[in-house]
């Protein structure tokens, strides 16, 4: 790791420490850091206060820890594997496919059991990959960052359409998973969460497994097999890491635009093309990214409160046309 | 291939008309007033064919079909015909532009950019006047087109498929704007602002009507002015410098033209997606033929195409009504799917 990477390390997680503190801290009734503190170290269950911040405030705040780390590890393999700087899981599709399969099997099929959520959430990530690289390989010119993009944006309006159709059909069974499906970390029961976990470990482990090859692949496939990987089986197993860490985002906090194509490219501003470095710092600083959005979103029009999913979109739109102005 | 040559007013204007294109045009008409009758008679209230032809005639068998057809089922089917034919149209004229087969104005944010304007309108200031609509949301798609033109273009002069790239991010980033307009509005003013933007046409009534019929009226001499420009540029900008187009003029003529039929379009019916893309390229399928006869196969496809998405929408799962948009949606997806296997153009990137 490169001196940065060292002196970045810690004052990232300082960074992680600050945001989380501030996240619980603010809302309709501001929290005094201190006592934030005091919330988690001494517990008082007749302190109000104390329990707004473990009942209501902290479940959410390692919500936008998780999925922030979860989004932005998964952009970072995407665009190293495909060495497109523009992958991404939401603007590839991924997660529009699984959020589609989850809106389908809970509201037709009234599943509520929440050990299926992710599992149903990978089925549509793993499907709707597929569907988007075959489409794109198959175009003339290969899988171009272009290809990848509108293949993805065809896909994406195209589930977002039988999403609209099935919410007019059966309006009751859908309006639940409204708010859910615009990308929220409101309101989400802790039980999603537990099943969802299992998924995002195994991500995250298999994605700092893979860093080192990552960067010989991010160098190019022919410079990747001159040293010595073995390109089909990394690209199927970053697959898969990607494909775990979208379905445990979605199954948390819905679709959540755009987290995983700014945080990678920042983090590689930082420390440099190792994606042994990236794919940590990609994590902390997602997360980090993710606590300040949530606060944003949660500020800006008090009372109101805007789903994070539309800030992140906010935020992260920008961001891809100046990537296709600087990149491309 | 067999040609007409019309030349009036002593050769001043000239048509070359291919006789297969103006089968096709027939044919298209003859299919549109097919759906048009059959939108007609079918619906919660049903009418025979004789019933349709004595209403619009004057001497309705019941009083109720006076008011079914005359109040609701005519505006309706003639404003999803012409909503149709402007989007394909603004479809065409932007592929001709920008030389580029993907080009659509619900996928490079010009529709968005009208709909957000449409929507602050709703969920800001809800006793606006209904007039205003149209004019509001040329501005906004205006305003994106301009921003999309000015991002897209300054650094190659011209990449065509950044253009697209940068209208699906832009079109990303309106709509979370729109988004937020919805969360912040008052609910009604919310779900009145979500049935519009899902594209659905059953609450159009006379006004929309007029309000199309003048948009019609005022842009179809652009159109066939523009169509000796469009048939230059499409050649590429040194072709058309060299037969003399203004390229930089003609171009931003061109562009705003496009944009107008669109935003003129979605005040109306709210932002329909995919039917600029698809049309245009059905019609060249359909019949070869020169710039202007392949704007008219556009505009009678893009008819076409809204009339049936509306016509199928309204009966297929009645009485719910699926917004003509999620139709046109499902049904323009795996042609552009299809367009992205075959173009050859994504090369340039």
Known sequence: MTKAGWFGLPALLAALILAFGWHIAVGAKTVPLHVVLEALVAYDKSNFDHVVVTDLRLPRAVYAVLVGAALAVAGALMQGVTRNPLAEPGVLGLLTGA????????????????????????LGAAVTAALVWGIAAAAPGGSTPLTLVLAGAAITGFLAAFISLAHLLDQESFDRLRV?????????STDVLFWALPWLIGGLLLALLLARQVTALAMGDETAVGLGVDVARVKMLAMLSVIALTAAAVAIAGPMAFVGLVIPHVARIIVGADYRAIVPVSAVLGAVYLLVVDIAARMVLAPIEVSTGIVTALLGAPFFVWLVRARL | ????????????????????????????????????????????????????????TGN???????????????????VSAVAGALFGLSGAILQYVTRNPLADPSLVGVSQGAGLAVVSAIVLFPEMNLVWRPLLAFAGALIVAALIQSIAMQRTGGATMRFILTGIGVAAFIAAITNTMLTYGDIDQAQAALGWLAGSIHAVGWPEVWSLTLCLAILTPGLIWSARYLSALRLGPEVSIGLGVPIRAARIGMITLSVALAAFAVAAVGPLGFVGLVAPHLARRLAYSGVGQHLLLTALTGALMVG???????????????????????????????LILKTQSTRQL
């Open chain 1, 99 to 122: 959020s589609f399969v989850v809106v389908m099997a809970v509201g037709y099929f009234q599943v509520i059991d929440p050990a299926f959520i992710p599992l149903l959430a990978a």
């Open chain 1, 180 to 188: 859910w499906l615009t990308g929220t970390l409101a309101g989400r």
């Open chain 2, 1 to 56: 291939m067999s040609v007409l040559v019309l030349s009036p007013w002593n050769g001043r204007i000239s048509l070359r008309l291919h006789r297969h294109a103006l089968v096709v045009a027939a044919l298209l008409l003859v299919a549109l007033i097919g759906v048009s009758v059959a939108s007609l008679m079918s619906g919660s209230y049903p009418l025979s064919l004789r019933g349709v032809w004595q209403t619009l």
């Open chain 2, 60 to 78: 309705p068998p019941e009083e109720i079909a006076q008011t079914v057809l005359w109040e609701f089922r005519f505006p309706r089917t003639i």
């Open chain 2, 308 to 338: 049936l998405a509306d016509f199928i929408g309204r009966i297929a799962f009645a009485p719910v009504q699926i917004p003509a948009g999620i139709l046109t949606a499902i049904l323009g997806v795996p042609v552009f799917l299809l």
